[in-house]
């Protein structure tokens, strides 16, 4: 994968390197999209949560809802 950068930002990159937080670009950005990927994933627990908050009162976990909620998740896979 290849791209271009504009010199300011490639001047900052370059910095980030020279520190010695980083081994190379390649690092920096592998980092960056690390990042990126973890902040998605709390995003998305972050809207489960709230949509568990607003679907209205809890059910007790029965063995009986066990079994709804698992034929709910797997769907069509069994």
């Known amino acids: 994968m290849s791209?271009?950068?504009p010199e300011a930002l490639r001047e900052y990159?370059?910095?980030r390197v020279q520190s010695g937080q980083y081994g190379n670009t390649s690092e920096y950005l592998r980092e960056l999209i690390?990042?990126?990927q973890e902040e998605q994933a709390k995003k998305r627990l972050r809207e489960l949560?709230?949509?568990g908050l607003?679907?209205?009162p809890g059910q007790a976990l029965t063995p009986k809802r066990v079994t709804q909620l698992r034929k709910r998740a797997l769907g069509g896979l069994r």
């Open 3 to 5: 791209f271009a950068l």
């Open 13 to 15: 990159v370059d910095q």
């Open 34 to 36: 690390r990042r990126d």
């Open 49 to 51: 949560i709230e949509e």
């Open 54 to 56: 607003s679907s209205g």
